[in-house]
């Protein structure tokens, strides 16, 4: 009943910048966080940055200093702005989203279905 939409992944090349964007809508009740996750194949699924509806942040130590995340903004939206990107940054990156769906208050994981980000040497 939430969806998520991702957009903003692209080709860039080595110290160049993107930014992603991920809109939820739905049958919204509460929303605890939302954030970013990457995969890159043959790899786990990884955190990149996470942030509360209180504006509380949280980043993976690899990319600390290169990506910011924004507040949940009006129409439930966050971005992820992310600058000096690396070969190693290559991955699909997945919007999420803790919360509930109204009219159940039990909490849960959902998910957008990805967008590419490729960083060329």
């Known amino acids: 009943q939430i969806r998520l939409t991702e957009s903003g992944g692209g080709l860039v090349q080595a110290g160049g910048s993107l930014r992603l964007s991920c809109a939820a809508s739905g049958n919204i009740y509460r929303i605890e966080y939302m954030g970013w996750y990457r995969q890159s194949p043959g790899k786990p699924r990884e955190l990149v940055a996470t942030v509360t509806i209180d504006g509380v942040t949280n980043y993976a130590d690899a990319v600390k200093g290169r990506f910011t995340i924004s507040g949940i903004e009006a129409k439930n939206t966050i971005y992820l702005q992310m600058s000096n990107l690396e070969p190693e940054d290559t991955a699909v990156f997945f919007c999420?989203?803790?919360?509930?769906?109204?009219?159940?208050?039990?909490?849960?994981?959902?998910w957008g279905q990805g967008t590419q980000v490729t960083v060329s040497s």
């Open positions: 999420t989203l803790r919360g509930s769906s109204w009219p159940y208050p039990t909490e849960g994981d959902y």
